[in-house]
């Protein structure tokens, strides 16, 4: 199914049915065993590692939480470019995405207390090729923007409650 096709057999069960709009992902999260910071991940079937490099304690096996959520911002930023090219009818040949955050640990390991303990700043580099003009791509960034579930993350605050189970 192409995306186009995605997209309006999605807008069609949701004009049908505003509930089929409501989607909840999970992921399990747990600490691997005798690991000081190892976790495996799963979601939806799909499992995968993350560790801390050997400079905060980890083993260094697999990326850590905020390289995730820094992959999690570009790889969301190709896909939602890929849906509102089709969406607009904007030709897209290649998309990448290069994604830098800025973190200060003294605000994770709470050694002062004005630092916060996430990104300080996030810098996203978007390569776009194809046939279009520089005007229809500056339309399409300008949806992606707007659209881009993961970069809402970022931007907005998103309400968040945390239950401790014992």
């Not at 300080?120 to 707007?146: F, H, K, M």
């Amino acid at each position: 199914m192409s995306l186009s096709e995605v997209i309006d057999a999605t807008r069609d069960a949701v004009t049908e049915d505003v509930n089929q709009a409501a989607v909840t992902f999970r992921t399990t999260n747990a600490l691997v065993p005798g690991t000081p910071t190892q976790v495996s991940v799963e979601a939806r079937g799909h499992g995968f590692a993350v560790d801390e490099p050997a400079t905060l304690g980890g083993t260094d096996v697999a990326p850590n939480p905020v390289e995730y959520a820094l992959a999690a911002l570009g790889s969301c930023q190709v896909i939602t470019y890929q849906f509102w090219a089709a969406r607009l009818g904007i030709r897209l040949d290649g998309v990448s995405v290069t994604v830098e955050g800025d973190l200060d640990v003294r605000g994770f390991f709470g050694f002062a207390e004005h630092i916060r303990p996430g990104f300080t700043a996030i810098r996203v580099q978007v390569s776009l090729t194809g046939p279009e003009t520089r005007a229809r791509y500056e339309e399409l960034r300008w949806n992606v923007d707007r659209h881009c579930p993961v970069l809402d993350l970022f931007r907005a605050e998103t309400p968040t409650r945390t239950a401790l189970a014992l």
